[in-house]
């Protein structure tokens, strides 16, 4: 085994305590001396632990309400100083400095403040984390003598290491532990930075910053959860790393089922991104990607039939997302279908009791996310954009067509405009109502051209076209998709509108009996 380091003082400071006691109770069973600071100091005396404060290691008490206790020579003299420079050794000895030979840090949740409704700049600044970060980037930087934990889920296997080896630590393991504190810190540096950057001065009479619309630097922080068994295909390598937030499908708690694939997350990532969007109880089916079922109903069990009813070849192997909790006859059904995954905000009893009959199945519980920014990975760079929630409601169409839709056709046109926002562009999306909700009736996803998508959309239809209406992701460059979907069945169309050829588009509409909305909105989704 590597160099062999002896722990014989430890400098603890936490804001999460998790663990905490019984760590140090360990270290102190192997007789290293401990040394804290404040709410960590007294919860180790509390628990019977003898703690030298860090004013007493100093001589300089904590002051300016805290900001200012672990900034000192004594500390980071101690930290940083070189074991094997003789130089190094004689002047921390001069001054009286004791060496530590652990650190054991974690930040102040400054992540948890900023998420927190009605939040000030004030007490954003107060959470800014100053000593901890800087023990642990001298500690992390001294790691070949030094043992720097920023991670509770650490103690274990630390605990396991020390005890086996005397209160030694080995350099692969000092190695491993520096890493992950200046991946804590550059995390937490990259948060500031991003919550600060969007919010105005709050100071006296310092004006409100001008925001900008989109920041000047893109900072991305995610920590690994766990690697994947492979990514799209089994010949490239694939992990899922995760933000942090416990909410959206990284963060989603897996309740039974194998391990997901990357194909999975991606395809359940699409699936709840659409169920989010309805107020309505509404069941997704995806397929690669592409939703091949949409329904609304009174109950989830009612909308999953539904959702299926619309395309049952192209359901098999899929997945499911609900914006409802899954109960026990909803489940029931399911059941009956091969998917590979179903992801909901919760899960009855009945309903976890009548799905744990198919192993394999992946159940997923979701905290729905907060709207965020879309980024993207191209070569050389980054893409970043607003996610499209620009809402569009009855009050915001307009109808250039000589007929007007009836209230009917208007709902359901809403309904079709939503699921076709979520489709692959160019996108062509027929539905209709059902006893009064929302209902896809055939989805043409992917085309090279409007009109093959209208074609496509129809030939996929598995329930009647005639009634129907259908919703295009952008405008029509000419009539033939328009008359490729009224020769289709559909009786009205929801469009953006804004083409230089509207006036033909509305005339074949006209000509046709077909009556148009216009969103003035596009939605196209290229992946």
């Known amino acids: 085994m590597s160099e062999m380091k002896t722990v014989n003082r430890a400098l603890l400071s936490v804001t999460d305590k998790t663990g905490l006691v019984e760590f140090a109770g360990v270290l102190a069973g192997l007789g290293v001396e401990l040394v804290s600071t404040g709410g960590t100091a007294k919860a180790l005396r509390e628990a019977g632990l003898k703690v030298l404060d860090v004013a007493e290691l100093t001589g300089f008490p904590e002051m300016l309400d805290g900001r200012v206790k672990t900034l000192h020579?004594?500390?980071?003299?101690?930290?940083l100083h070189r074991r094997d420079l003789a130089e190094h050794v004689a002047a921390v000895a001069e001054h009286g400095i004791k060496p530590i030979d652990m650190v054991v840090v974690n930040l102040y949740a400054f992540e948890k403040t900023a998420a927190r409704e009605g939040v000030t700049t004030a007490e954003l600044i107060e959470n800014i984390d100053i000593g901890g970060p800087s023990m642990l980037r001298s500690a992390a930087k001294n790691f070949a003598d030094v043992a720097v934990v920023s991670d509770a889920a650490d103690y274990l296997a630390l605990t396991?290491?020390?005890?086996?080896?005397g209160g030694k630590l080995s350099l692969e393991t000092r190695w491993r532990l520096a890493r992950g504190a200046f991946a804590t810190t550059a995390a937490y540096d990259s948060a500031i930075a991003s919550t600060l950057e969007a919010l105005p001065a709050e100071f006296g009479d310092v004006e409100a910053s001008v925001e900008t619309v989109l920041p000047s630097?893109?900072?991305?922080?995610?920590?690994?959860k766990n690697s994947l068994r492979y990514g799209e295909n089994p010949h490239q390598a694939a992990a899922v790393y995760t933000d942090g937030s416990g909410s959206g499908i990284?963060?989603?708690?897996?309740?039974?089922?194998?391990?997901?694939?990357?194909?999975?997350?991606?395809?359940?990532?699409?699936?709840?991104?659409?169920?989010?969007?309805?107020?309505?109880?509404?069941?997704?089916?995806?397929?690669?990607?592409?939703?091949?079922?949409?329904?609304?109903?009174?109950?989830?069990?009612?909308?999953?039939?539904?959702?299926l009813e619309a395309d049952p070849v192209s359901a098999f192997g899929g997945v499911i997302g609900v914006n409802r909790t899954v109960d026990g006859p909803a489940a029931v059904e399911m059941a009956k279908?091969?998917?590979?995954?179903?992801?909901?905000?919760?899960?009855?009893?009945?309903?976890?009791?009548?799905?744990?009959?198919?192993?394999?199945?992946?159940?997923?519980?979701?905290?729905p996310p907060s709207p965020a920014r879309v980024i993207k990975q191209i070569s050389g760079g980054f893409l970043l954009q607003d996610e499209d929630r620009a809402p569009v409601t009855a009050d915001t169409l307009t109808y250039p067509t000589s007929r007007q839709p009836t209230d009917e056709e208007i709902a359901g046109l809403l309904f079709a405009w939503k699921v076709c926002k979520h489709v692959k562009s160019n996108a062509i999306v027929y539905a209709r109502l059902q006893e009064g909700f929302g209902q896809t009736v055939g989805v043409g996803a992917g085309q090279m051209s409007r009109v093959d998508a209208a074609r496509f959309g129809a030939?996929?239809?598995?329930?009647?076209?005639?009634?129907?209406v259908a919703a295009s992701d952008a405008f029509f460059p000419f009539p033939d998709g328009v008359e490729a979907i009224a020769n289709a069945g559909a009786t009205a169309i929801i469009q953006p509108g804004g083409s230089v050829r509207d006036a033909e588009v509305i005339a074949a509409a006209d000509r046709l009996g077909v009556a148009m909305a216009f969103t003035g909105i596009r939605h196209f989704r290229h992946g």
């Open 160 to 165: 396991e290491e020390l005890q086996a080896n």
């Open 217 to 224: 630097t893109l900072r991305i922080s995610a920590r690994l």
């Open 73 to 79: 020579p004594g500390v980071h003299g101690g930290i």
């Open 459 to 468: 030939m996929k239809a598995a329930l009647p076209l005639p009634g129907s």
């Open 250 to 307: 990284a963060n989603a708690q897996q309740l039974q089922g194998k391990e997901l694939s990357y194909n999975n997350l991606v395809d359940l990532d699409a699936c709840w991104a659409l169920a989010s969007e309805f107020e309505q109880t509404a069941v997704i089916i995806v397929k690669h990607t592409n939703p091949c079922g949409v329904a609304l109903g009174a109950t989830v069990e009612q909308a999953y039939l539904r959702a």
């Open 337 to 367: 279908l091969f998917v590979e995954a179903i992801v909901a905000p919760d899960f009855t009893p009945e309903a976890l009791a009548a799905l744990s009959a198919k192993k394999n199945l992946r159940v997923l519980r979701i905290v």
